[in-house]
T-cell receptor
């Protein structure tokens, strides 16, 4: 069965500190991997797509096929990064969303 | 380009009724997917339509159905509503350029359904 785990429901960091949001997945085959983000009162939107290496706002994600992880990282968090982050592997054009991590960046 | 639009934005129904939600994709997008979002279950995939055909389906009962029109607009219908159907229903559209990969999905604002 396809499964996505984001172990941290809530994560708080101080402005300027590094941040890592964890994502582990259990999938048959080799899924495509995405991170989606939802800022307060905004729509869910794509943050990062592994296959194209595109990213916004300085975030990167490292795929570790051995550990089946796709953790999201940013070296220096900003207050505007506060949002809900969803890891979403995809197979056959079907996204499976993790439960999400609410990131709060403190001033 | 206008984004994905969903109507209505809010809806209140009672148990046993049925409801139809509408989604207009971004112009040129041919694929429309529907998701249910609840605090307990998170974001769950309902189904995906492409060229008026259901291409993928999630694990929801048959009370949940959908369709897509020739202009790519899509509707989803929930019959015999239950209290547990209260949720935010999100629609997403994508270009679907490549058959073997997943294009970026662009989400609408959602329809908040409350079942009393």
């Amino acid at each position: 069965a396809q499964r996505v785990t984001q172990p941290e429901k809530l994560l708080s960091v101080f402005k300027g500190a590094p941040v890592e949001l964890k994502c582990n997945y259990s999938y048959s085959g080799s899924p495509e991997l995405f991170w989606y983000v939802q800022y307060s009162r905004q729509r869910l939107q794509l943050l990062l797509r592994h296959i194209s290496r595109e990213s916004i706002k300085g975030f990167t994600a490292d795929l570790n096929k051995g550990e089946t992880s796709f953790h999201l990282k940013k070296p220096f968090a900003q207050e505007e990064d506060s949002a809900m982050y969803y890891c979403a592997p995809s197979s056959a054009r079907q996204l499976t969303f993790g439960s999400g991590t609410q990131l709060t960046v403190l001033p | 380009k206008a984004g994905v639009t969903q109507t209505p934005r809010y809806l209140i129904k009672t148990r046993g009724q049925q409801v139809t939600l509408s989604c207009s994709p971004i112009s040129g997008h041919r694929s429309v997917s529907w998701y249910q979002q609840t605090p307990g279950q998170g974001l769950q995939f309902l189904f995906e339509y492409f060229s008026e055909t259901q291409r993928n389906k999630g694990n929801f009962p048959g009370r949940f159905s959908g369709r897509q029109f020739s202009n790519s607009r899509s509707e989803m219908n929930v019959s015999t509503l239950e209290l547990g159907d209260s949720a935010l229903y999100l629609c997403a559209s994508s270009l679907d350029r490549a058959l073997s990969s997943t294009d970026t999905q662009y989400f609408g604002p959602g329809t908040r359904l409350t079942v009393l």
